[in-house]
């Protein structure tokens, strides 16, 4: 499975950005679609993710409320709507496939490459 992360930018603190995640490859629908970020000098921590039919998702604590994911089956996307935010949520976001939940990389069998999100105050 191949991912592609795109949308990340930078951003005014209480604006809205949404970053996509595009799979492609076998087995495809065996796999949840997770996004991660790894902010400058942390460790990459578990944002979202949702299952590949749709039925479960599940977010962290700090973007509930905030964040919302969706899977748009005709274009294989994955989207991350990020509403009202800010300075703390400046990251690389990446995307993977895998088991989820718990939003954990250890169930992360292949990743994207990560998109940039930059929130200024």
């Known amino acids: 499975v191949q991912l592609q992360a795109s949308g990340g930018g930078l951003v005014e603190a209480g604006g809205s950005l949404n970053l996509s995640c595009t799979y492609s490859?076998?087995?495809?629908?065996?796999?949840?679609t997770m996004w991660f970020r790894q902010a400058p000098g942390k460790e990459r921590e578990g944002v979202s993710c949702i299952t590949y039919y749709g039925l479960r998702s599940e977010y962290a604590e700090s973007v509930k409320g905030r964040f919302t994911i969706s899977r748009d089956y005709a274009k294989n996307t994955v989207y991350l709507q990020m509403n009202n935010l800010n300075t703390d949520d400046t990251a690389v976001y990446y995307c993977?496939?895998?088991?989820?939940?718990?939003?954990?990389?250890?169930?992360?069998?292949?990743w994207g490459q990560g998109t940039l999100v930059t929130v200024s105050s």
């Open positions: 993977g496939a895998g088991g989820c939940p718990p939003i954990s990389a250890r169930y992360v069998t292949f």
């Open positions: 490859g076998e087995s495809v629908d065996l796999y949840a």
